[in-house]
């Protein structure tokens, strides 16, 4: 099932003889790379999902096309690991797709990536209270009356979402009171148990890597607008589903392999080990000093999470509204923690793997086998304060604990003796700095009311793509993949007019 990873080696080795890049070692390679320099119709920064789809879309249309990744592997926020004495991979970044995420489904399909479902039989399990009970994994939601009513003001977000919408949210007329309310202001008085708001903070851990009290409400709404299409309007639940809802079907070999797809056949045109240190915006076009190699085209795009983009040096700098903008949008703090096991042995008991939790680390597991079932995969988000706390532990404690609550979860001492046990802590990587997103918060400042427009806004030649900057599905590889097109075809209706 594991494919041969996309790294630097590959790619140069692939694409020597037409981009003149021969692999090298020692001394000698830091000294010729030095001196590289190399032309283009567009420069894209960054090989994640919205750099890849932005330049195979260029490519498309025969454009020339360079993209710099500063890491030495493509695919940005997902990425695999190998399991099961390399009969199996598991995702430990983004992995989930599911029903109006058409772009991304419909790139997995171009380069031949399948999908199946993310197991949903049987029952999930319900933490709450010292207690452990069942409910219908085809339900979605427990039959307790705190996380019903924790649940019903989130849905009824959907409404405010809608007049929001997802083109210009900060043009709405309340704009500026949602943005300066954090979603757990909106949420007092309506959550009022601890079981209803510790289920409510666990929701929004996994879906953010932040608790309410960090979000703006109007970001969110933004982000539930989104959760959809232009034919079918975003809501609630759909971000929390599996059946029907974005966490309904994986990709075999894992999520990542559709970037390396992309990246294979773009070929020499992706260069790897490259950080971008400046981008200078002159007279006569774009250039774009990364370690190693300068790039001169004639647009440029920023496919980087933001808090990556704000640290880029702009010449001329960029507008103040917008630097602002970028340092606002605060990276979630996300581990993925996931255990290995011979078997999916909880399917023994009918259990789906799915669930919730008020207490513990690990509160929102998910089965994450194989398609065949070759190995058993249990794995949960670590978001927000959780995420802090986890952080805060040694590394056997750290491994204690959430084993502790996989037991919690599926009632079986067998869950406490993995084979494997794997931490993915994307706050620990330089060229993400958190997952899945980066977010605002709420505040005096209102920034994503005040300066909201620059989110997508192209500065002269450079244009900006990343997930973050999506009209729908923002957040999600979807997202990534309809910025990275809309960005193309900025750039393609630039390059016309000159």
């Not at 040096?313 to 970028?326: H, Q």
């Not at 599926?410 to 990587?429: H, L, Q, S, V």
């Amino acid at each position: 099932m594991s494919t041969p990873r996309v790294t630097r080696r590959r790619l140069l080795k692939a694409g020597a003889a037409g981009a003149a890049l021969t692999v090298l070692d020692g001394p000698t390679a830091a000294f010729a790379a030095a001196r590289r320099t190399r032309r283009a119709d567009v420069v894209v920064i960054g090989a994640g999902f919205s750099g890849l789809a932005a330049a195979r879309r260029l490519v498309a249309t025969g454009r020339s096309v360079v993209v710099l990744e500063a890491r030495d592997r493509v695919g940005g926020r997902t990425a695999n690991a190998t399991i099961a004495g390399g009969r199996a991979i598991t995702e430990i970044g983004g992995e989930f797709v599911g029903p109006t995420q058409d772009r991304i489904l419909a790139l997995a399909e171009a380069v031949g990536v399948a999908t199946f479902p993310v197991y949903n039989e049987g029952s999930s399990i319900f933490v709450a209270r010292g207690a452990r009970t069942t409910y219908p994994a085809s339900v979605g939601i427990p039959d307790d009356p705190d996380v019903l009513a924790a649940l019903a003001p989130l849905i009824e977000l959907d409404k405010l979402a809608k007049a929001v919408g997802v083109r210009a949210p900060w043009k709405h007329p309340k704009a500026a009171a949602y943005d300066r309310q954090t979603l757990a202001q909106w949420l007092a008085g309506k959550v009022t148990t601890p079981t209803g708001r510790a289920v409510v903070d666990a929701v929004c851990e996994a879906i953010w890597g932040a608790d309410p009290e960090d979000l703006s409400l109007l970001y969110v709404l933004l982000y539930v607008a989104a959760a959809g299409d232009r034919a079918t309007p975003g809501s609630f639940a759909r971000l929390i589903a599996t059946g029907g809802g974005a966490q309904e079907r994986r990709l075999v070999g894992g999520s990542v392999l559709i970037a390396e797809k992309v990246a294979a056949k773009l070929g020499s045109r992706v260069v790897l080990g490259a950080p971008v240190r400046r981008i200078v915006d002159g007279r006569d076009g774009v250039r774009v000093v990364a370690d190693g190699i300068t790039v001169h085209a004639r647009q440029a795009i920023v496919a980087l999470p933001p808090v990556l983009a704000a640290r880029i040096a702009y010449a001329p700098g960029l507008p103040a509204a917008k630097r602002t903008l970028l340092r606002a949008m605060t990276p979630g703090s996300l581990t993925k923690v996931e255990a290995v096991y011979p078997t999916p042995f909880w399917r023994e008991a009918g259990l789906s793997g799915q669930g919730v939790s008020d207490t513990g680390l690990a509160r929102v597991p998910y089965d994450n086998s194989p398609p065949d079932g070759s190995a058993g995969v249990f794995f949960s988000f670590i978001g927000g304060k959780q995420h802090a706390a986890w952080a805060a532990l040694g590394t056997a404690e750290r491994r204690a604990a959430v084993l502790d609550d996989f037991v919690r979860f599926t009632g079986d001492e067998r869950a406490r003796t993995p084979d494997e046990f794997i931490e993915k802590d994307w706050t620990t990587e330089t060229w993400t700095r958190g997952c899945p997103v980066g977010h605002f918060g709420g505040g005096a400042d209102a920034v994503l009311a005040r300066h909201g427009a620059w989110l997508r806004k192209p500065v002269g030649r450079v244009h900006f793509a990343g997930t973050e900057t999506a009209d729908h599905w923002l957040g999600y590889m979807d997202g990534a993949v309809r910025a990275g097109e809309r960005a193309a075809t900025e750039v393609s209706a630039a390059l016309r007019r000159r």
